[in-house]
């Protein structure tokens, strides 16, 4: 089936599928860790073009390709590389962009782990690492360096919920012939799709909204040409960051209800927000759903939806963090986001417990910072929960 002219929704159960031999209405598990060639010269053949044929799951599975052909339609891309986890897409990104005495620009808010290799592992093979505020164009203008090869944003942030102007700093990244990458977990497809607005890579953590039901840890890379594809795909497979055939049916499973999770989580979300923003123990609120939401103008310009995702800042700082956090009874308290369950954490205390409180502060992860991942529970029954735990602060 041609799914390119169809409706977000429709792609979401059809894109990526293609004519299985004995017409499964989804996409079977090849769960082999090898193919059989029907001879030498097809063997030969797949060698010479991954396109004629399957070899080695390490390398391509039909199940996997489902997957990668699928997201790589809904991000609008050239190719999809999925990965066995978000930081295997990240580290991968990293490997095949960045070389000795190259440096990378990005996002102080980023995911922790994101920043955390960078800074403590490539950096002993010479890579250089800034990070700033992308939210502000002109420190990306000035921070941006000859030998920055890539400019890494993630918009909106984690867990500052900031949003980075992804047309602009395409701009300016292709001026310096940079190449820009951003992280579209917080999002998905289903909210923005950065390679129309001016990307070169676009990565997920699976595990997050697509999948969407915490039970998957998985990560995908799309391109926005062949020739970076060529240079990501190879050094995924050399390195062994490749997906489980198992991995990609739960994904692909998971994908086809994007739409209808993100509505409810986002209606959800709003109701939270505003609920939060009147409550006399938070100090502020991040949301750009919410009226108040400084970076309103950009959220209208870049995104579809306003998400899932908040963070908001209690009064009493770091003890205060921890006491909502033993005292949540529906939400879950844990690390991870996307899912249909809601889950809450305090970085300060938790995630972001191992930068110091000056990295913390120039990344705008203050004491109290709470964040939220709202998921399709009633939202009400969040209200109630979150009013019980905030009696204890």
């Not at 890379?221 to 970076?228: A, F, G, H, S, Y």
């Not at 609120?285 to 108040?292: A, M, T």
């Not at 908040?310 to 991870?336: C, D, H, P, Y």
Request: proline content about 3%; some cysteine; aromatic content about 8%.
């Amino acid at each position: 089936m041609d799914t390119k002219n169809l409706n977000f929704d429709t792609k979401l159960i059809h894109a990526g599928h293609y004519d299985e031999a004995f017409g499964s209405a989804t996409v079977p598990i090849y769960q082999t860790s090898t193919f059989a060639f029907k001879n030498a010269e097809h063997g030969a053949r797949c060698f010479a073009d991954y396109d004629e044929g399957y070899i080695y799951t390490r390398i391509n599975n039909p199940t996997i390709q489902a997957l990668e052909n699928s997201i790589s339609e809904l991000e609008k891309g050239y190719g999809g590389i999925a990965t066995s986890s978000g930081m295997g897409a990240c580290t991968s990104i990293y490997m095949a962009l960045l070389d000795k005495d190259s440096h990378l620009l990005s996002t102080a808010s980023v995911y922790g782990t994101s920043r955390g290799v960078m800074e403590n592992h490539f950096s002993r093979f010479g890579v250089q690492s800034t990070y700033i505020d992308t939210s502000d164009l002109e420190l990306v203008k000035k921070s941006i360096r000859p030998d920055t090869r890539v400019l890494f944003i993630e918009t909106p942030s984690n867990p500052t919920i900031q949003l980075t102007d992804i047309k602009e700093c395409a701009k300016i990244a292709h001026d310096n012939g940079s190449i820009l990458v951003v992280d579209n977990t917080f999002s998905s497809p289903c909210l923005q799709n950065p390679l129309e607005m001016g990307a070169d890579v676009v990565f997920h953590s699976l595990t997050k909204f697509i999948n969407g039901h915490a039970d998957v840890v998985g990560g995908i890379i799309v391109t926005k040409t062949r020739e970076l594809y060529e240079m990501i795909r190879p050094l995924m497979i050399s390195m062994g960051c490749n997906m489980d055939p198992h991995q990609a049916y739960l994904v692909i499973r998971g994908i086809k209800t994007l739409g209808i999770r993100m509505e409810r989580s986002q209606q959800n979300a709003m109701k939270i927000a505003e609920w939060l923003e009147k409550n006399p123990k938070v100090d502020w609120i991040k949301y750009p759903g919410l009226k108040s939401y400084r970076q309103q103008e950009l959220f209208r310009k870049q995104m579809k939806g306003p998400g899932a995702m908040m963070s908001f800042e209690l009064k009493g700082g770091i003890e205060a963090g921890r006491q909502l956090m033993n005292n949540v009874r529906v939400a879950t308290l844990a690390v991870s986001l996307g899912g249909v369950e809601t889950l809450i954490q305090h970085p300060a205390s938790m995630t972001h417990s191992g930068f110091s409180k000056e990295d913390r502060e120039k990344a705008g992860i203050t004491d109290g910072l709470v964040r939220y991942s709202v998921g399709i529970e009633d939202a009400d029954d969040l209200i109630r929960d979150l009013e019980q735990a905030f009696e204890s602060i």
